[in-house]
């Protein structure tokens, strides 16, 4: 059975950095597509990185240049290093994972098989 759990939301003001990591476990696939999704109250999920399993990445223009998404394969853990963090950040943070590449839809919730419970990220001016 796959799990995903992620860690490491907490408070901080803007400017501030964040590592939220994602355990995974049970997941038996070569080829697969894993990312960092976020839901903020009252929007929709929206895609926020992305990585493949030959560690292509891709990156929402919102978080570009001040995101890093990251895997440990030998840990089965991903991670998403946030700097410069802005009010606008806030959300639930959410790792999600599908068997296949990162080709198609990578930024679509709806792509994903995978879900982890989330972690909530706050970010104060």
């Not at 990251?70 to 599908?98: F, G, H, I, V, W």
Request: with cysteine; hydrophobic share 30%; aromatic share 12%.
């Amino acid at each position: 059975q796959v799990q995903l759990v992620e860690s490491g939301g907490g408070s901080v003001q803007a400017g501030g950095s964040l590592r939220l990591s994602c355990a995974v476990s049970g997941y038996a696939y070569s080829n697969y597509c894993m990312g960092w999704f976020r839901q903020a109250p009252v929007k929709a999920r929206e895609g926020v990185a992305t990585i493949d399993s030959g560690g292509t990445t891709s990156y929402a223009d919102s978080v570009k240049g001040r995101f890093t998404i990251s895997k440990d394969n030998t840990k089965n853990t991903l991670y998403l290093q946030m700097n410069s963090l802005k009010p606008e950040d806030t959300a639930m943070y959410y790792c999600a994972a599908r068997p296949t590449d990162c080709t198609y839809g990578r930024m679509n919730m709806y792509f994903y098989h995978y879900w982890g419970q989330g972690t909530q990220v706050t970010v104060s001016s």
